[in-house]
């Protein structure tokens, strides 16, 4: 079991729980793991990243549907609700917003079905996540919607450690400048691994699996 903690920074409502050792994920080796277990999973907290994450958008891209990774579907849903409050119009017919979870193939491709591809193709697209560290999932959700006939409304996530991504700025609560020493290094040429530091966890963005 790693030791969570909550940093003093807090925006809204919306606390950041951290734990601090040494890290693994799909793509990179990190030295901060980011848990976003309650703000996807307890109705309170979800709701109130929604409304912190509407506040940072700044453009006035219609949105259509909100593409929902990361099993942030709760929270996509309360980002729906607060565009669809805050007067972002949508252009379906049905003057609504779909919040829609895609599947995965076995080599992390997404694939929507036939009966989903109807609200992306046309349709702005929000990718929502739930953090965006090294932008290779959010490549992925480009590559996606733009494969099934959409366009990209932009990209939020609850925490991000890039700023943008194939040129689509990155939307968040938090970022990497909440955590000045936040470091993510490529697998290959992490400085922990080369000291010998076991890894304290496997994680990603569902959470963690201790070693």
């Known amino acids: 079991m790693i030791q969570l903690s ?10 950041l729980r951290v734990a601090r050792g040494h890290f693994a994920t799909n793509h990179s080796h990190i030295n901060y793991y980011i848990d976003i277990t309650f703000n996807k999973t307890r109705l309170s907290e979800a709701k109130d990243t929604a409304r912190e994450l509407v506040a940072h958008f700044i453009n006035n891209t219609p949105v259509d549907t909100v593409l929902c990774l990361d099993g942030t579907s709760m929270i996509g849903t309360w980002v729906a609700e607060e565009l669809t409050k805050t007067g972002f119009r949508t252009i ?24 989903v591809q109807q609200m992306v193709r ?12 090294t932008g290779f999932t959010a490549k992925r959700a480009i590559e996606a919607i733009t ?12 925490y991000r450690a890039v700023d943008e991504v194939e040129g689509y700025p990155v939307r968040s609560v938090y970022s990497v400048s909440d955590i000045p020493d936040y470091e993510s290094y490529d697998s290959r040429d992490c400085p922990y ?17 201790a070693l």
């Open 193 to 209: 691994c080369k000291q010998g530091v076991k890894l304290d966890a496997l994680v990603n963005s569902y959470g963690y699996s």
């Open 92 to 115: 379906n017919a049905h003057q609504t917003i779909y919040v829609v979870e895609p599947e995965h193939s076995n080599n992390s491709m997404i694939l929507l079905r036939d009966n």
């Open 147 to 158: 494969y099934y006939g959409g366009y990209v409304a932009g990209i939020a996530a609850v």
């Open 122 to 133: 046309g349709k702005h697209v929000l990718v929502m996540m739930a953090s965006c560290t």
């Open 6 to 15: 909550q940093l003093p920074v807090r925006y809204g409502k919306v606390p």
